[in-house]
C-alpha cells in the first residue's frame, strides 16, 4: 500500500483540504494514478472516505509530519571513507528538526551561510506505533512503512563547527517522499540520486553497515519513538554538491522517486 498526504487543487469542492490517501495506479504511468482519501491518519484501521482524485488534481506533500528525525551516520563504508572517515564502533545518530520536512516537488532553500551543500539519498523509515525498547524479533511491528529521503547538508558547516544541528537541520534539509510504501522488504534495494539527470549516487540497502532493525533496536534503547517518527538510515558513497537551480531526485527501487530544486533562500 502507498500512503500519501496531499492536499486538493484550486477548483475542486475541497480545495485547499489536507488528507491522507491511498494512491492506486502503475507509477510507470503517471495519468493511471489515483488517491483514495481516508478518514483521520494511517496508523492503526485507517478508512476510506469514499472521496477520490486523480493525483495530478492534488499536490503531494510531505508523506509524514514527524515529531522527530533521528539519523544515522557513516552507515555505508564507501560514504564514510570518500570523506575520510573511520566507521564508528556504534550507529552515529543525530537529530534533524521537524522544520526542516518538505514534500516532494517543494524546493530546497540554499542556507546563506554555506557555500558547499550536499545531497545525501537515503533510505526513510516511517514508525507506525509508540515504541521504546524494541526486541530485533518485533521490529516489524512497529514500522508503517518507508519513503524516500535527502538528508541535505552544509558540508562546510558540518566540518567547520564540529557538530550538526545547522549543517543538517536548516529549513527544507529533509526532503521526504513522495508516498509511504507499507509492503516492502528493505533487506536489498537499490538507492540511486541524479542531479540534473546526471547520476551521482548508487547504492544498496543491503551495503548498510547496520540494518533498518538494528537501528530501531539502537536509537529505542534511549528514547520513545512515537508514530510517524522517521528514522533515516544513512547514504551510500557519491555525495555531492547542488547549486541553486539544481534539480535533485532520489530514487529507491519499491517506492519511488522525490524530486527537489534547489532555490535561493528569499
Given amino acids: 500500500m502507498r500512503i500519501a498526504r496531499f492536499s486538493v487543487r484550486e477548483g475542486s469542492p475541497a480545495a485547499g483540504s489536507v488528507s491522507f490517501g491511498v494512491v492506486e495506479g502503475d507509477p510507470a504511468r503517471p495519468e493511471s494514478l489515483v488517491v483514495h482519501a481516508l478518514a483521520g491518519h494511517p496508523f492503526g484501521q485507517p478508512q ?7 493525483l495530478q488534481d ?50 530546497i532553500a540554499y542556507p546563506p551561510f554555506s557555500s558547499d551543500v550536499h545531497h545525501e539519498a537515503e533510505l526513510a523509515v516511517v514508525i507506525g506505533r509508540m515504541c521504546r525498547e524494541v526486541p530485533l524479533d518485533r521490529v516489524s511491528e512497529v514500522i508503517l512503512g518507508y519513503t524516500c529521503a535527502n538528508d541535505v547538508t552544509a558540508r562546510d558547516v558540518q566540518q567547520r563547527e564540529g557538530q550538526w544541528a545547522r549543517a543538517k537541520g536548516f529549513d527544507t534539509a529533509c526532503p521526504l517522499g513522495p508516498w509511504i510504501e507499507t509492503d516492502l522488504d528493505p533487506a536489498d534495494l537499490a538507492v540511486t540520486c541524479t542531479v540534473n539527470g546526471e547520476l551521482r549516487q548508487t547504492g544498496r540497502t543491503s551495503l548498510m553497515i547496520r540494518s533498518v532493525a538494528e537501528l530501531i533496536v539502537h536509537v529505542s534503547e534511549a528514547m520513545t519513538l512515537l508514530p510517524g517518527d522517521v528514522i533515516l538510515t544513512g547514504t551510500p558513497a557519491g555525495v555531492g554538491p547542488l547549486n541553486v537551480g539544481d534539480e535533485v531526485a532520489v530514487s529507491i527501487e519499491g517506492i519511488g522517486t522525490l524530486t527537489n530544486k534547489v532555490i535561493k533562500r528569499g
Fill in 48 to 54: 476510506p472516505t469514499g472521496e477520490s482524485y486523480r
Fill in 58 to 107: 492534488v499536490r503531494l506533500l510531505s508523506p509524514m509530519l514527524p515529531n522527530k528525525i533521528v539519523a544515522v551516520g557513516r552507515n555505508y563504508a564507501a560514504h564514510a571513507a570518500e570523506l575520510g572517515n573511520d566507521v564508528p564502533d556504534v550507529p552515529l545518530t543525530f537529530f534533524k528538526p521537524s522544520t526542516a520536512v518538505i514534500g516532494p516537488t517543494e524546493s
